[in-house]
């Protein structure tokens, strides 16, 4: 027990944020004093039996320090040209990549450190009033390590009845600093949305090169029938350890709608939990994950009806190819006084290679009686029947097995409602598979 | 244009044809007839190379080429088609799309320019009217959610694009009412040149009405035991196949 405390110890103490209100203290307090009670997962523990993270416990890390990373660097992950962008560099909120200046004013949004140490009292206060209220620290250890590091990251605060026209994109940058070892950031984002509101948001996770770890966590509060339209794109360096969780509630008529690319890191684990909290809420958590080489990608999803009257939908899709892994775990809670929900879930997976694995689990809890709850998995090798089809219709078995594994991932792609970031995730996820299939053409 | 010698084939260590001949010249039709599991089928697919299939011997010459060396997607470059008994449905590629590319496919083969999307979208404007196809049928992904009769249609468009020089029609009147029949027979007919030949592959007499064959074939347990002109499969159709299989 000793040892285990004084190997996390340096997780926990190595760089204490600059003070702030009590409260936030106090939050703080509770992530640290959490994360040493749990520590880092194992593959004993259900939830990451697949998943190892030794390479992350064992690692040699480090508090990331500021880089002086540049707009140009950064122009092929920024999405359209009228994007309001905020821009995150290990960890830190940059006022200088970032763009806000064209914001409408029902919405706020920027450096969270600025609003937990000053800002608008309105603002500290929403911010008060959300932080750490979704983010389970209690059994996650990864949201209690990034909550005992709490201390900057973004906010997007919208106003009750805005209708924001232009996409938000927050763009999360991990880029070498001056020290040495692998860095580690913890970023936050926070987003409340408000009654009747409208918005679509972007949250990108990108970094320039080479190893290091981003432990983020996002909580979304969407208020009373609002409708938020929202993407996460991971796109880490190759050699990025990448974990994440997402926490969402929805209230009363809203509509939440999430789609997530995971396209790069080395291990990457993105948790995904939307809790609808009040009757006639829509949320729908959509995915598409590309891994080959030795990465592995692990999604877990947690959607949990609360109330009456609320439909959930889910489709997550992979491609994985050389000796890749995957995790899906797709967990839907249906609480007793849930009635009338629809729940469909899907989960699908190409297996390109024989060394790509998925293990995959639908997990369906449910406490009351009158519910439409359906899920079903495929996975498995490119459909022999449809490539036969195509070839005899004059397509080369590459034209016909390209044809059928952009299909594949097409229904995931097709429902970006972001034109630039369609075109971008297609490119780079186009990219990436032409690459996996010329060497396994090769080989 | 066809020359078929003393094939045969297995599907899973099963035999299925034991020595087929056949010889199919441009402008002819022949009709394929024979039971239930007599390899009628089979003789299609192995012609339009499915997987499935193995090669066990004989030689099949198309145009003096070997046929049976050629990948699926070279014969049907080189203008072999086979209209599926089961057309496969594809989630997520638009028909028109897939189309397309297979137009292409074969224009760039042979040295044509390939279509863009305006010259395409009036060329199958015309083909479609003819075999009433309708725009959703286009927009939608191939054969997904089709009726039976929309995907039969939908295979007999395909060949209408692509104009191939021999046809093969697999059993292509299996559940098709009176009208989708007729439809599907004009689209055939509409093909039917001095420089094409077709290959019908039915159970039943009754398309025949309306494609005429010049040559019927019966098949039995893997051989043709019985060839004639178009007056045999009437003949087939008063009596029955047992006269045959007992012969």
């Known amino acids: 027990m000793t040892q285990v405390a004084e190997k996390l110890h340096p997780w926990v103490s190595a760089a204490p944020p600059v003070a702030g209100p009590r409260w936030l203290q106090a939050l703080r307090e509770r992530g640290t004093a959490r994360f040493r009670a749990l520590g880092f997962p194992t593959v004993r523990d259900e939830e990451w039996r697949f998943t190892n993270v030794s390479p992350i416990s064992n690692g040699d890390f480090r508090p990331a320090g500021p880089s002086p990373v540049t707009l140009n660097r950064l122009a092929q992950f920024i999405y359209g040209d009228a994007a309001h962008r905020l821009v995150v560099v290990n960890g830190r909120f940059s006022p200088e990549l970032s763009r806000l200046d064209g914001l409408p004013q029902t919405v706020r949004a920027g450096s969270l450190a600025g609003v937990l140490h000053g800002g608008q009292q309105e603002d500290s206060d929403l911010a008060q009033e959300h932080l750490g209220a979704l983010a389970d620290v209690d059994d996650r250890a990864f949201a209690a390590l990034n909550t005992a590091h709490l201390d900057d990251g973004a906010y997007v605060f919208i106003a009750d009845g805005a209708v924001v026209e232009d996409p938000l994109q927050i763009l999360f940058v991990s880029s070498p600093d001056a020290g040495s070892g692998a860095p580690v950031s913890h970023p936050r984002l926070l987003v409340v949305a408000g009654e009747n509101s409208q918005a679509r948001m972007v949250e990108t996770y990108v970094g320039t090169g080479g190893s290091y770890f981003t432990n983020g966590v996002t909580e979304v509060v969407v208020g009373e029938g609002a409708v938020l339209d929202h993407y996460k794109v991971q796109q880490e360096s190759l050699a990025a350890f990448h974990i994440a969780s997402m926490h969402v509630r929805a209230a009363r008529s809203s509509t939440f709608s999430s789609h997530s690319f995971s396209l790069g890191g080395k291990l990457v684990r993105n948790d995904a939990i939307a809790t609808l909290d009040g009757q006639g809420a829509e949320v729908t958590l959509n995915g598409l994950y590309l891994a080959d080489g030795e990465r592995l990608v692990d999604n877990h999803t947690t959607i949990d009806h609360a109330q009456p009257h609320c439909p959930s939908h889910e489709i997550y899709k992979g491609i994985l190819g050389g000796t890749a892994r995957a995790v899906f775990n797709g967990k839907i809670i249906v609480r007793q006084d849930a009635q009338k929900t629809d729940a469909k879930q899907t989960n699908r997976a190409l297996l390109l290679t024989d060394g790509a694995l998925i293990n995959t689990k639908p997990q369906l809890e449910i406490f009351a009686d009158d519910v439409k709850c359906t899920h079903g998995a495929a996975i498995g090798q490119l459909d022999e029947d449809a490539l036969f089809y195509l070839r005899a219709r004059g397509l080369t078995q590459a034209e016909a097995r390209d044809m059928l594994i952009h299909a594949f991932a097409g229904e995931i792609i097709h429902r970006v409602k972001v034109e630039p970031l369609r075109l971008a995730i297609e490119t780079e996820l186009y990219a990436q598979l032409a690459r996996d299939l010329a060497e396994i053409d090769a080989a | ?247």
């Open chain 2, 1 to 247: 244009m066809l020359q078929v010698k003393n094939l045969q084939a297995q599907a899973e260590g099963k035999e299925i044809l034991r020595g087929i001949n056949l010889e199919v010249s441009a402008g002819e039709v022949h009709a394929i007839m024979g039971p239930n599991g007599s390899g009628k089928s089979t003789l299609a697919r192995v012609l339009a190379g499915h997987p499935e299939y193995e090669v066990t011997g004989g030689t099949v010459l198309f145009e003096g080429r070997d046929l049976l060396e050629m990948e699926p997607d070279e014969r049907a470059r080189e203008g072999v088609f086979m209209a599926f008994q089961y057309p496969v449905e594809i989630a997520g590629v638009n028909n028109a799309y897939f189309l397309k590319a297979a137009l292409n496919a074969k224009r760039k083969h042979h040295g044509q320019q390939e279509l863009d999307a305006v010259e395409f979208m009036a060329l199958i404007r015309e083909r479609a009217k003819a075999l009433d196809i309708e725009q959703g049928m286009l927009n939608r992904a191939v054969n997904e959610g089709f009726s039976g009769g929309e995907k039969k249609r939908n295979e007999i468009f395909q060949m209408a694009l692509l104009e191939p020089k021999l046809a093969i029609l697999d059993e292509t009147d299996s559940g098709l009412d009176i009208d989708a029949l007729k439809i599907v027979s004009h689209g055939v007919n509409a093909l039917r040149s001095p420089d094409r030949a077709t290959i019908v592959v039915t159970h039943y007499q009754r398309l025949l009405n309306y494609i005429v064959p010049d040559y019927v074939h019966v098949l039995s347990a893997g051989r043709i035991v019985k060839s004639g002109g178009k007056e045999l499969a009437l003949e087939l159709e008063q009596k029955g196949y047992g006269w045959i299989e007992a012969a």
